[in-house]
């Protein structure tokens, strides 16, 4: 159900008209979406609290421990790419 609605999230997500925003450096800074699209985006997912700023306290406890990982240096870091990669193997 979860890779479903991932699916399904992003599909939607990339099919918006999005306009992205650089600066004066040419580097991309943000994203701009119309507001119809927008509208229409969170009534396709209106059980997902998009609008929210508050940080579930599970998102921080695990932000919390990475960090720790970090700093006691019991972690290991993944480019990026790299990680895209594998993960779009499985797919």
């Keep these: 159900m979860i890779n479903s609605f991932f699916s399904n999230f992003v599909t939607n997500l990339f099919k918006m008209n999005l306009q992205y ?3 004066g450096k040419g580097e991309t800074t943000g994203v701009f979406i119309p507001i119809q699209e927008w509208l229409s985006f ?4 209106k059980n997902v609290d998009i609008d929210s ?6 998102h921080k406890e695990e932000i919390d421990r990475r960090l ?3 700093e006691n240096g019991t972690t290991e870091f993944h480019d990026f790419n790299d ?3 594998e993960i779009e193997k499985g797919l």
């Design 53 to 58: 700023n508050d940080i579930p306290e599970w």
């Design 21 to 23: 925003i650089l600066d």
């Design 68 to 70: 720790e990982a970090i």
């Design 83 to 85: 990680a895209m990669d």
């Design 42 to 45: 969170k009534k396709k997912f």
